[in-house]
């Protein structure tokens, strides 16, 4: 596996929770209690129904690749990290998340490729969620 740098990351009172999971090797989101949908990126209200009847609640961290596009040259500090997959991901809980598909060859990744989550710890104690091939 290639190493891919991490991304800056905003943490801020609504997404605290979210990266303390990361943290545990846990993906946690809020779910909605009033529409039942599952809220992505965190925050205070769901998107759905508006409602701020949350509850934090541990995803399976399984899903499948929606999309997905293979960056040969990336900028910054992933300039020499192509070829890298960037892709969204569809949850089994419902949620597309925008992330990197990791492990796996990039010509190797395909639409509706079953996926797992990946908890990328880099060495200043941020952890990224990322996916790879759990076939
Ligand atoms: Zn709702």
Redesign the pocket.
């Known amino acids: 596996m290639s190493f891919l740098p991490l991304a800056d990351v905003e943490v801020n009172n609504e997404t605290q929770p979210f990266w303390d999971a990361l943290r545990n090797n846990t993906l946690m989101l809020p779910r ?6 599952v ?1 992505w990126y965190p925050r205070a ?7 701020t ?2 509850q934090w609640e541990e995803m399976s961290g399984r899903g499948t690749v929606y999309s997905y596009s293979i960056v040969a040259k990336g900028n910054g500090r992933w300039k020499e990290s192509g070829p890298y997959v960037v892709a969204y991901v569809e949850l089994a809980e419902g949620p597309r998340i925008l992330t990197n598909i990791v492990g796996i060859t990039p010509n190797d990744v395909h639409i509706n490729m079953p996926v797992v989550a990946v908890f990328d710890a880099g060495d200043d104690g941020r952890v990224l969620l990322r996916f790879t091939s759990s076939s």
Not at 32 to 37: G, K, R, W
């Open positions: 909605c209690t009033a529409c039942q949908s809220v209200h769901c998107p759905a129904c508006f409602s009847a949350l």
